[in-house]
């Protein structure tokens, strides 16, 4: 049985190629970018109800300033695989859950498709969703995103579903 934790390792390479699907699709992830994407807390992932368990340990997600943006630059780019909002400089952080630590925001972005049977990166039971928001934060023992890439506990991803 497989255990789920809320803490996901989005995938975060920029700047390469890659799909979902075809010659650089899911399948050849780990290939193509093995220090990022050969581990075992891979995106994307099918949540399957039915091997899913709870568990009592986790504790809420605790969320610091997130109603308070004054003074933070933001920057929207589209990436080529998503629309993306970069935080400059912000005090918008998250811990709790089973994250071990504090993360701070240093993006947020959009997986969408073309009509509402696809988009998003994540499925529950096999059923895409039309849009799915990753809000990417870094651990704050590392300082910044770039320097805390190469570690297991650098990102904590928030996903969330739309309809
Ligand atoms: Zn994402």
Known sequence: ??????????????????????????????KDFPSYCSGQSQSPIDLEASQVTYDSDLQPFTFSNFDNTNGITWTLLNNGHAAQVSIGSGTMQVSGGSLGGTYQVAQFHFHWGSDSTKGSEHTVNGLAYPMELHIVCF?????????????????????FFFE
Not at 6 to 16: D, E, N
Not at 139 to 159: E, I, M, R
Request: proline fraction near 4%; include cysteine.
């Open 139 to 159: 651990n704050t023992k590392y300082g910044n995103l770039g320097d805390s890439l190469a570690n297991p506990d650098a990102l904590a991803v928030l996903g």
């Open 1 to 30: 049985m497989r255990r789920f934790s809320p803490q996901m390792i989005c995938l975060y390479v920029t700047g390469a190629e890659w799909t979902y699907t075809g010659e650089h699709g899911v399948d050849q992830w780990a």
